[in-house]
Structure formats: C-alpha cells, structure tokens
T-cell receptor, first 112, second 120 residues
Framework: TQLLEQSPQFLSIQEGENLTVYCNSS?????LQWYRQEPGEGPVLLVT?????EVKKLKRLTFQFGDARKDSSLHITAAQPGDTGLYLC????????????FGGGTRVLVKP | GAVVSQHPSRVICKSGTSVKIECRSL??????MFWYRQFPKQSLMLMAT?????????EQGVEKDKFLINHASLTLSTLTVTSAHPEDSSFYIC????????????????FGPGTRLTVL
C-alpha cells in the first residue's frame, strides 16, 4: 500500500511570511499532484510534477519533486490571506491504476 | 482541465431516506469517475471508482449496497446513499479521471464542488 505523509498538519503564519509544506513517502510515484481546497469546495489542481528533481513555479508557489520521486515540497513566498486553505498532495503510480493516493493534508492559515 | 459539477450542493434529509447525488463532466467524456467523502478537517477518503458501463469498484470497508453508484453515460455518475443515517453525514466529492481522455498520462483528477449531506 502506498502512503503519503504530509507535514506539518497545520500552519498558522502572518501575511508576508514564507512557508513550506512537505509530502513524503517510502514509495516511488510516477507523478505527484498538489491541490488546494477551500472550505465547502472541491480541491483545485495546482500542479503536476513527473520528473525526479523537477521544480515548477506558479507565481509565489514553488513545487519540487524529489530526485527519487518519493517526496515533494510546496514553498509559498510572501504568503497572502488568499493562500489560506487545505493543501493536499496526491501521488499516482502504476500499482494504483487510475487511483490517486492522497496525503493527510496541511491546513494553512495566513493571517492579515 | 475538466469542468465538473455536482448537484445538489447541499441536502438535508431525515434518517431512513435515500439521497441521490449527481456528478457531471461538463466539457469532456469521462470513462472513469471517483467518489470521495471527507470529514471535517480531514483529507479525502476514496469510496469507489465509477466506470462507465460497468459496475463500480468499491474500496475496502465501503458498503456497496448502501452507496449505490451508477455511471450510465460518459458525462454522468450518480451516488445514492440509501437509508441514510446521521453517521452518513459528510462532504461527498466526485472527480473525473483526466488520464483516460488521452490528454494526460499522469492520473490527474478534476474535482466537483462537493455535496454537503446532513442526515437528521
């Protein structure tokens, strides 16, 4: 069974600060996605990373896929209140077929 | 990405009644859809994989007779919670599998906005 562990579970920071969320596994994933979910809504896909060592940037968000494709991180620079939400990482692999393995989520609160 | 809708967005029902939730893929044909439930402050829990034209595949511990899934067309999957009880109260979310369209091989999923079910 593939498992994804996210840390921390909860982050509370002030507007303008930086934050990093981690997603770790002992399994190799062929791809890894990051989603953001706001209360009462469905998750929204932010990015997909597929190559070991890959770095992708989306405005103030930087996503990195580990060289061994077992871990990933999400870094937010100069966080804003609009970044508040539940961040979920999800991994896909051949063993799981079409299914995704989701991490436990990191709840981020950015205070103005 | 895909645009997914769910209906209703919110439903309150009495214990013992059945509730149907619709999930529609609005802009592409989805061979595979997924149904999740989510408890407050928790991650998504996969309930079942819905395949067009065939029986759904349920995750371990999910009662198939309680959570009926029908995927009769490439744009519509339904989840019926039968004889609902208060413990079935949850946020139910569907998603479509983007990979089967050929646009991506990375198992991306696009989610609906969710349905909040409250059973009294």
């Amino acid at each position: 069974t593939q498992l994804l562990e996210q840390s921390p579970q909860f982050l509370s920071i002030q507007e303008g600060e930086n934050l990093t969320v981690y997603c770790n596994s002992s399994s190799v994933f062929s791809s890894l996605q990051w989603y953001r979910q706001e209360p009462g809504e469905g998750p929204v896909l932010l990015v997909t990373v597929v190559t070991g060592g890959e770095v992708k940037k989306l405005k103030r968000l930087t996503f990195q896929f580990g060289d061994a494709r077992k871990d990933s991180s999400l870094h937010i620079t100069a966080a804003q209140p609009g970044d508040t939400g539940l961040y979920l990482c999800a991994g896909g692999g051949r063993a799981a077929g079409n299914k995704l393995t989701f991490g436990g989520g990191t709840r981020v609160l950015v205070k103005p | 990405g895909a645009v997914v809708s769910q209906h209703p967005s919110r439903v309150i029902c009495k214990s013992g009644t059945s509730v149907k939730i619709e999930c529609r893929s609005l802009d592409f044909q989805a061979t595979t859809m997924f149904w999740y439930r989510q408890f407050p402050k928790q991650s998504l829990m996969l309930m079942a994989t819905s395949n067009e034209g065939s029986k759904a595949t349920y995750e371990q511990g999910v009662e198939k007779d309680k959570f009926l899934i029908n995927h009769a067309s490439l744009t519509l999957s339904t989840l019926t919670v039968t004889s609902a009880h208060p413990e079935d109260s949850s946020f139910y979310i569907c998603s479509v599998h983007w990979g089967t369209s050929g646009r991506s091989t990375y198992n991306e999923q696009f989610f609906g906005p969710g349905t909040r079910l409250t059973v009294l």
